[in-house]
């Protein structure tokens, strides 16, 4: 019989009368078995983090810390166990797994040391023996809904900021991958920390979200999703004035040159476009290559995508796993299919695997379309998938318009050996994420990350940017 994990309210893990499945997309086995959450369940988890809210803000914030501190030391213990289930529930590499894991340990560790220089601010008064300075103060009680593509990055980055800035939490992971977050909820429990402090609701996510948005006690929504159900989230937010946070979509470009290090290009492209299978919302879907290395390059990344393996992540030299579900390989088999109508059959891929054991599983071949217009579909929308569209640009200047003339913002790349057109880029590249000889995909965790115009909203997750939004200010001037 599969595991069955129960939600995790006020401290204690409770059952329901319904529950879900959490299957393994290379091979359709069950992962595990999730008690399936109700709009009730969202309210009760909303007021046990109220209840918990006065003593968890009392606390020292060193103290807090110390909570996350033993929490990462539970997940390195069980490092491995913790990989292999992401592996199963969300099908990628068991290495990309083992990244994200220790990725979601560091972020524990990198806040829980936050605790201990948590800033205000201090500034001199104009009048006579006036002291003035800003305490931070946590918002309240934060609902977190997360994706299923970062299942343990995504709710580490956002529990552990909001933790140390003393807010207590609700989180609801996605149904496609609800364990690894429950494996850190898992950790925070074993690490003591108080009832009500962090509460765990799987289930639906437009009943969820939509009782989470509008639970009573909650004062801030943290979201990473698709833009129709963050703009979704936004409105009901903002009926109530609730702070909100949200990360969405991006149709993130890579600008290669003729003067780049030919070689690392095709590789930085093929490495953003199709590692975790292209579901990331910072993987390179665009590739803008200058006229003069056009061709060449693209016969290239032909050939070296040609040599990827595509499989079961716990199987030793597989470079790619399954899309995570049925209704994501049918949406990137619909652009496929798209793309083939506007912009010609495909150089390599576009199609289904289902050969021997990949006929259990949600595997999309790797997919390059050449020639692609900017007027073509595959150009314009997210299709989040092992999915690549090659575009032609006369020059640079050519090549930076393509690149920003899109109504997402997330992450942008080039790759040039020329120093001035890397600072044009800089300056002018219309994204919140910018990399330079280096994959679009691909960020850590101290510095903030976040997007510009439709693919972000709010103040930045990660790094000391984090606590903008998890915190804000009580101010004093003080006569003596």
Known sequence: MPELFANYIAGEWVQGAATFEDRNPANGEVAGCFVKGTARDVEDAAEAAARALPAWSAMSAPARGNFLYK???????????????????????????????????????????????????????????????????????????????????????????????????VLKPASAAPLSAWRIVEALHEAGVPKGVVNFVAGPGGELGHALVN??????????????????????????????????????????????????????????????????????????????????FVAAVVERTKKLRVGDGFDPGIDIGPCVDQAQMETVLRYIEIGRKESGEPRCGGGRLTEGALAKGYFVEPTVFADVAEEHTIAREEIFGPVLAIQRARDFEDALRMANHTPFGLSSSIQTSSLSRVFEFVYRAEAGLLTVNLPSAGVEYQLPFGGSKESSFGPKEQGQAALEFYSDYKTVYLKY
């Open 71 to 169: 929490a990462a030391g539970i997940l390195d213990r069980n490092f491995e166990r913790v990989s292999a289930d992401m592996t199963r529930e969300e099908g990628k590499t068991l290495p990309e797994a083992k990244g994200e894991v220790r990725r979601s340990i560091n972020i524990l560790r990198y806040f829980a040391g936050e605790g201990s220089r948590l800033p205000g601010m201090l500034a001199p008064s104009e009048r006579d023996r006036v002291h003035m300075f800003a305490l931070r103060k946590p918002v309240g009680v934060v609902g977190l809904i997360t994706p299923w593509n970062f299942p343990s990055a995504i709710p580490a980055w956002k529990l552990a900021p909001a933790l140390i800035c003393g807010n207590t939490a």
């Open 215 to 296: 639970a009573g006690p909650v004062r801030a929504v943290s979201f990473t999703g698709s833009c129709q159900v963050g703009n979704g989230l936004h409105a009901e937010a903002s009926k109530r004035r609730l702070r909100i946070q949200l990360e969405m979509g991006g149709k993130n470009p890579t600008i290669v040159l003729a003067d780049a290090d030919f070689p690392a290009a095709v590789e930085n492209v093929v490495n953003a476009a199709f590692f975790s299978t292209g579901q990331k919302c910072t993987a390179t879907s665009r590739a803008i290559v200058e006229d003069g290395i056009y061709d060449r």
